[in-house]
């Protein structure tokens, strides 16, 4: 199916910060797609793009085939939009905000009395219909906020970390609410600074300093992926020395708990295990999960690779 | 969009209603004003504590002292001791005023010559002293014109104030209380109302939807006019009923100059926002620009006392238009064949600042 998303070589600069350089992906209608990427790697600055509220000093962005800063082409009845930061009346109630958002896109009162209602049900939030916004828990303001971005059915959704600051149950919630209207074929982008959400989406892009390291089904780059993973716990001083010198082969380090998680290359694991067990750590293999591909890949600075392939 | 305009105007309206500070803002702020200026901050002087050396010591010199004080703008404080004793007290504060008579005060009366007397008045305060100079005189003519049977000739200077002719500041205030509150309360709700939505983030949301520059920019300054014209009738009762003050011309005349007023201040308030990210910020500017526009009104200091450079500072003043066309309306009963010059500077300068506005709001939101 062709594609209702497209980024086209996005580049934008705040005057010293490179926010995005050369961004490119597209996203199919019922495909939920994942901009996956550490704190300030550019996904705000890109879905913003996507949103028409930034206009790229670089690329194009077209929505559903439209401009999406040209507020005149009708392209913004068919986006949905929920920024990262807090963007409903907080001193409106729950239903207060539900009915401005719906006029605003002008819906009928029927149309606004159906969705409403559908949506407070699968939110959960019908109790709380009469609670001013700003009373709301973290996890409960972020479904009002995505139920607000869906009142005028838009055919694609651009989400800003809509996770963050969420319980692990509220954040199920959010996934699965996701989920229904994917299937009934909107087309949604989703940031998140979270790899493990990463298995959530259909397709996953790992931006990094403003460009893709890496797209694809994540799964199928899960399991491309060709680097071993190791749990190492033991004394600093024992260590790090031996880790230094396996030089290259270790391709990343992260801490772990009170331990260290050690990608290193596949050949050189079982010679690192040695050295490191006689050193006097514990060491124990781990399954590779989407961190230590993004690890790998950003410590690399490899360009977008193939990996799934 | 109708549709759209008429949620967004509810949507301010309940957001205002809820807000206790800008419902203090809206109503509380004019009604306390109101109340100050109309009670406390009168430059009428009364009781003015006045130490008499009579040295006269005859009954007309105690009948010009009874003028004095029966007038209600006098007490004496000190009828005993001499000239040091009343420089004295003028010096420390306890007497505003000396009120001096010589010996032969009588004499001349009775004689047919000028009698005379002196007045000193504490300078400190120039606008007080003013009007105690003004009240003296007055005082003063009225007790020759009793003692004189028939004038003896010569040029005598009349003062007689018109329009108030009692010459209350109540009637010269609350002209000036509606002109200034209006601008105060319309600027602060409209620069604030559209900071707000950029702090917060919500104008994201907003600028995400179809609504389009000019439905935002009118959701964002009707709900204010509207209370405009609320806090304009609340004043103006308070004023006539409460503290008397006449409305001798057009109520209909007010409301028109009321809107053009309202254009200016509202395209005021929305340009500040659109140079403003916090409402903290948009508060600062609002008392940045508000001081420099009282002042430079008329409305406390008379505009031809100005500086020349000032004076032509004061032409893009709305406040100062809108202040001539209610003193007019309220105290002389001018009609539009008058004022009609400073209903067109209003008009033109509405237009401009909303304009303006307009267009800086399409730039800096795109
Ligand atoms: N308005 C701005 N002015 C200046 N710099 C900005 C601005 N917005 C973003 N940046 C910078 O651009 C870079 C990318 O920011 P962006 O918000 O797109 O990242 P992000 O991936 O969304 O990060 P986060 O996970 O923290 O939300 C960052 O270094 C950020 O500091
Ligand atoms: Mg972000």
């Not at chain 1, 049900?121 to 303001?141: C, D, N, V």
């Not at chain 2, 000028?114 to 009240?135: F, H, K």
């Not at chain 2, 000739?153 to 109540?170: D, I, K, M, P, T």
């Not at chain 2, 600042?353 to 730039?363: D, I, N, P, Q, S």
Request: hydrophobic share 50%.
């Amino acid at each position: 199916m062709s594609p209702v998303v497209a980024a086209a070589g996005l580049g934008h600069v705040y005057g010293a910060v490179r926010a995005l350089d050369g961004l490119s992906f597209a996203v199919a209608p019922g495909e939920l797609y994942g901009l996956i990427g550490a704190d300030g790697a550019g996904k705000t600055t890109a879905l913003r793009i996507l949103a028409g509220l930034i206009v790229p000093q670089r690329g194009s962005a077209r929505v559903v085939g439209l401009d999406p800063a040209d507020t005149r082409s009708g392209v913004r009845e068919s986006l949905g939009y929920m920024p990262q930061r807090y963007s409903l009346y907080g001193d409106l109630s729950v239903a207060e905000n539900l009915r401005f958002f719906a006029r605003l896109f002008c819906l009928s009162r029927r149309e606004y009395a159906e969705r409403s209602a559908r949506l407070l049900a699968i939110t959960r939030l019908e109790k709380f219909a009469g609670r001013p916004a700003e009373q709301l828990s973290g996890g409960m303001y972020k479904k009002l906020a995505l139920a607000c971005a869906l009142l005028h059915r838009p055919r694609v959704l651009l989400l800003d970390e809509p996770t963050n600051g969420v319980d692990p149950v509220s954040r199920l919630d959010l996934w699965e609410l996701l989920y229904e209207f994917v299937a009934e074929g909107m087309a949604v982008v989703v940031s998140t600074p979270y790899m493990d959400e990463a298995e959530r989406c259909h397709r996953v892009g790992l931006v990094h300093h403003g460009r893709l390291l890496l797209e694809g089904e994540p799964r199928a780059l899960v399991a491309g992926f060709t680097d071993a993973v190791l749990q190492v716990a033991g004394a600093a001083e024992c260590v790090e020395p031996v880790l230094e010198r396996a030089g290259a082969d270790v391709v990343a380090v992260a801490p772990l708990g009170g331990a260290l998680r050690v990608v290193v290359r596949r050949g050189a694991s079982a010679g690192l295990r040695r050295a490191l067990a006689a050193a006097g750590a514990q060491v124990e293999p781990l399954r590779p999960n989407f961190e230590d591909l993004f690890l790998a890949q950003a410590a690399g600075g490899a360009p977008a690779g193939e990996a799934a392939a | 969009m109708i549709e759209r305009l008429k949620r967004m105007m509810i949507k301010e309206f309940l957001q205002v209603l809820r807000d206790p500070r800008m419902l203090g803002v809206i109503f509380g702020v004019p009604l306390i004003q109101t109340l100050v200026f109309g009670y406390a901050v009168s430059t009428d002087v009364t009781d003015v504590p006045t130490a008499v050396v009579d040295r006269d010591r005859s009954p007309a010199s105690r009948e010009l002292v009874a003028a004095f004080t029966s007038s209600g703008h006098f007490r004496v404080v000190s009828a005993e001791g001499g000239m040091e004793r009343a420089q004295a007290m003028l010096d420390d504060g306890s007497a505003g005023a000396v009120l001096r008579i010589d010996e032969g005060f009588a004499g001349d009366l009775e004689g047919g010559r000028t009698a005379r007397v002196q007045l000193i008045v504490d300078g400190t305060d120039s606008n007080t002293a003013r009007v105690v100079l003004v009240y003296a005189n007055r005082i003063t003519e009225r007790f020759s014109g009793a003692v004189r049977a028939a004038p003896a000739g010569g040029v005598q200077l009349v003062h007689r104030a018109w329009f108030n002719e009692n010459l209350e500041s109540r009637n010269f205030f609350v002209p000036g209380i509606i002109a200034m509150l209006v601008m105060l309360v319309t600027v602060i709700l409209t620069s604030m109302a559209v900071v707000r939505e950029k702090e917060v983030g919500t104008i994201e949301q907003l600028l995400v939807s179809p609504i389009t520059p000019a439905e935002f920019i009118l959701g964002k300054t009707l709900p204010f006019a509207i209370i405009g014209y609320v806090d304009v009738l609340l004043v103006s009762l308070l004023g006539v009923f409460w503290f008397d003050v006449p409305i001798r011309g057009s109520v209909l005349l007010l409301l028109l100059a009321t809107t053009f007023y309202l254009m200016t201040t509202l395209g005021i308030g929305l340009l500040i926002s659109t140079a403003c990210r916090t409402q903290q910020q948009a508060l600062m500017m609002v008392f940045l620009v508000f001081f420099p526009f009282v002042l430079l009104s008329g409305f406390m200091f008379p505009i031809e006392n100005m500086p020349r450079a000032v004076q032509y500072l004061t032409w893009v003043n709305p406040l100062r238009y809108f202040l001539v066309i209610l003193r007019g309306i309220f105290l002389k009963g001018t009609g539009v064949e008058i004022l009609w010059p400073q209903m067109a500077a209003l008009l033109a300068m509405g237009a401009a600042l909303l304009a303006a506005a307009t267009l800086r709001f399409r730039k800096t939101s795109a």
